[in-house]
């Protein structure tokens, strides 16, 4: 495990402007506005957020630089955005408007080499490779790699795929279990191992997140170096400076 301070990081999935929740990527109920939930979000102590236009791929347009700019103005954290990018031009005009990382998901399947482009160009720190997973029906320790919004199976596997955005340059791994995206039963521990062993940079935690033990759990465990979450925060279920505090006292290093 190493020292370096954990991340808590919010989660904004916006669809047609709004920010939305749903439980394994289905039954998306409105949960407010982005700008002001970003702002709630950086004064609350959140380390990063990450903002997913989650129809920009599936409608086939570009995610709404104009949020992301008004985002930028009222948030002082990592922001990371991802949904419908699919060019170096997209790239540049999210991290020129304020975004700090690209979360590169359907795009960088059809397309592998805009992850070696963007990593050239703008650095790997830019390029988070997002990889949404679902267990596969028969068999054990396998994973398939989901995109579109959790729409369209590609039948790669988790740990192949892994593998070479990681040689590819991108900086880090956003994981979503879509078996427990929503479910607030906890992460998918079985998949964060498997690819804590398969590559050598951060992976972020996504998709199940429902107690502090959840959270506390992967640290403990040391197969995320972040933590990532939605409802539980936007119900302020649990707030960050609580997670915090809790985490703090059970010795993960953390930024209070």
């Known amino acids: 495990m190493n020292h370096f301070a954990k991340r808590i990081i919010p989660c904004l999935d916006i669809n047609e402007g709004k920010v939305v929740k749903g439980v394994n990527f289905v039954g998306l109920k409105d949960m ?20 997913l236009d989650i129809s920009a791929s599936y409608e086939r347009r570009n995610t709404m630089v104009d949020i992301v700019s008004q985002v930028a103005k009222v948030t002082f954290i990592p922001l990371t955005i991802g949904g419908g990018i699919k060019t170096l031009d997209n790239i540049y005009s999210l991290l020129d408007v304020g975004a700090d990382k690209i979360s590169l998901n359907s795009a960088a399947i059809k397309n592998p080499d805009l992850i070696t482009e963007g990593a050239k160009r703008f650095g790997s720190q830019c390029i988070v490779a997002a990889i ?20 369209e199976n590609t039948g790669k596997d988790m740990i192949e795929w ?34 804590d062993k398969a590559v050598n940079i951060p992976i972020i935690a996504s998709g199940g997140a429902g107690t502090k033990e959840h959270i506390l759990e992967i640290f403990n465990l040391g197969i995320a170096d972040a933590a990532l979450a939605a409802s539980i925060f936007h119900l302020d279920e649990i707030t ?3 997670l915090k505090s809790y985490l703090h006292h059970h010795n993960i290093p953390i930024r209070l």
């Open 32 to 51: 407010g506005d982005p700008i002001l939930m970003a702002k709630k979000y950086n004064d609350a102590g959140a380390d990063e957020l990450v903002f």
């Open 132 to 151: 949404d997973i679902k267990k596969h029906p028969t068999q054990l320790e396998k994973w398939e790699v989901y995109i579109q919004g959790g729409r």
């Open 162 to 195: 892994a593998k070479e955005v990681s040689q590819r340059g991108a900086g880090e791994i956003l994981l979503t279990s879509m078996d427990t995206d929503g479910t607030k039963c906890g992460y998918d521990i079985k998949a964060l191992k498997m690819l």
């Open 240 to 242: 960050i400076k609580d």
